[in-house]
């Protein structure tokens, strides 16, 4: 990273939204997160996307998946803590019935420094998403594009769900 962190995390967060928009990803939803705040604010104030922010990430899925439904390719962005809210749509929707999503969940905990909610679920995350076979990515800012061009084709091709595991420092 340069001397202007902040200046890489913005660029990074709209060389990934580049990125999102290049392969036909249209709506966006989610739940706040810092680690995932400088792609949530291009998403919100760039007029080229469409981010509609929520509450719980179940709900935000739920959100994103209609849009599929109606045509759209959809991301869900949200804090591995919230990602247990999210189980039982990407079980019994969106894995059941063929609906892709990317999921972009920030990497929270995983080296044991951090709330203790999220060191928890950090530590658990990788084993979880596997046993689930949910497919996970876990991109460094070197690589954010080819991770991305990875879920994407699993997306596109599997039709399941794919997840993006953002690390600190990436996006915020």
């Known amino acids: 990273m340069s001397k202007n962190w902040s200046e890489d995390l913005y660029n990074n967060a709209r060389h990934f939204a580049s990125g999102l928009k290049k392969r036909k990803f249209s709506f966006f939803t989610g739940v ?49 803590s919230g990602f247990g809210y999210s189980l039982n749509v990407l079980t019994s929707l969106n894995m059941i019935y063929k609906i892709p999503l990317l999921v972009i969940i920030s990497y929270r905990g995983f080296l044991g420094n951090d709330a203790p909610e999220h060191i928890i679920m950090g530590a658990k995350l990788e084993q979880l998403l596997k046993d689930l076979e949910i497919p996970a990515f876990i991109p460094t800012a070197n690589d954010l594009d080819k991770q991305l061009e990875l879920a994407d084709r699993v997306i596109e091709e599997k039709k399941v769900p794919a997840v993006m595991l953002i690390k600190e420092k990436i996006f915020g």
Not at 44 to 54: D, I, K, Q
Request: hydrophobic content about 45%.
């Open 32 to 80: 706040p997160c810092s680690l995932l705040g400088t792609l949530i604010e291009h998403l919100e104030s760039s007029p080229e996307f469409e981010y509609v922010a929520n509450v719980r990430e179940d709900a935000a899925l739920g959100l994103a998946s209609g849009a599929y439904l109606a045509g759209r390719k959809s991301a869900v962005l949200m804090q591995n």
